[in-house]
């Protein structure tokens, strides 16, 4: 079992920055690979970005390249994301999750992950 605590979200003006934070406990958590994704009402969630467990590759949509960056702190047991430039369409409900067994064809699909968080709100508006 793996429990996730989101955290780091709020209301920001375009342009500006958030970190958000995806804190693990209760499993080996260097193990799993970890994704964020965002969700918007009467839409299906959405991957951002993903880095794997076993060597730290990362991975990201098309929507977030050049913007976001997403890391990990295995002694810490805690993801990253680091967002900028941040645009309207990036609001939403910014949750992580931790799945095994993901490769390039399945890490953006939310239902591939095992473990999630309660999410947070990322707001962006002038």
């Known amino acids: 079992q793996l429990q996730l605590v989101e955290s780091g979200g709020g209301l920001v003006q375009p342009g500006g920055s958030l970190r958000l934070s995806c804190a693990a406990s209760?499993?080996?958590?260097?193990?799993?690979?970890i994704g964020w994704f965002r969700q918007v009402p009467g839409k299906e969630r959405e991957g951002v970005s993903c880095?794997?467990?076993?060597?730290?590759?990362?991975y990201y949509a098309d929507s977030a390249k050049g913007r976001f960056t997403i890391s990990r702190d295995n002694a810490k047991n805690t993801v990253y994301l680091e967002m900028s430039s941040l645009k309207p369409e990036d609001t939403g409900v910014y949750y992580c999750?931790?799945?095994?067994?993901?490769?390039?064809?399945?890490?953006?699909?939310?239902?591939?992950?095992?473990?999630w968080g309660q999410g947070t709100q990322v707001s962006v508006s002038s």
């Open positions: 209760g499993s080996t958590f260097d193990y799993y690979a």
């Open positions: 999750a931790a799945g095994t067994h993901l490769n390039m064809a399945t890490m953006f699909i939310w239902n591939q992950y095992e473990y």
């Open positions: 880095i794997s467990g076993t060597d730290g590759q990362t």
